[in-house]
């Protein structure tokens, strides 16, 4: 079942509905130096494709537009050039909480409502280095 439905599912669904796990709430961003946002919702693969984009288009990253990526996934961050600044999501802390949680359901019976968050860090690299340095 492809949609996500079926009886299994639902239970399932309906168990652990109460359980949210939030993480830091970030996206891509370009930045203009003239301090003209741009705004893309992606993750760091996403904010490599408009790196690549602008250069082909003649625009130099960080001096014409500061670039922010989301996800810290290293091969991408670190293969970008220049290297991407990203906002890192703490996902192994995340899977981690979710997993405690998880157990605590099944062992306990009940949830704990609400949200539980996980800090995430900025990454700084090259991409969003101060004009001209």
């Given at each position: 079942m492809s949609t996500g439905e079926g009886p299994?599912?639902?239970?399932?669904?309906?168990?652990?509905?109460?359980?949210?796990?939030?993480g830091c709430?970030?996206?891509?961003?370009?930045?203009r130096r003239d301090g003209e946002a741009v705004d893309d919702r992606?993750?760091?693969?996403?904010a490599r494709g408009v790196a690549?984009?602008?250069?082909?288009?003649?625009r130099r990253?960080?001096?014409d537009i500061a670039l922010v990526g989301v996800d810290n996934?290293?091969?991408?961050?670190?293969?970008?050039?220049?290297?991407?600044?990203?906002?890192?999501?703490?996902l192994q802390q995340v899977g981690r909480t979710a997993a405690e949680l998880l157990l605590q359901a099944i062992q306990q019976g009940t949830t704990q409502p609400g949200a539980h968050t996980v800090p995430c860090r900025l990454v700084v690299r090259a991409?969003?280095?101060?004009?001209?340095g």
């Open positions: 299994g599912r639902a239970r399932r669904g309906a168990a652990l509905g109460r359980l949210r796990l939030v709430r970030a996206q891509p961003a370009v930045g992606g993750s760091d693969a996403v690549d984009g602008l250069r082909d288009n003649g990253v960080p001096d996934w290293l091969p991408t961050a670190e293969g970008c050039r220049p290297a991407l600044t990203s906002v890192d999501l703490n991409s969003s280095a101060p004009a001209g």
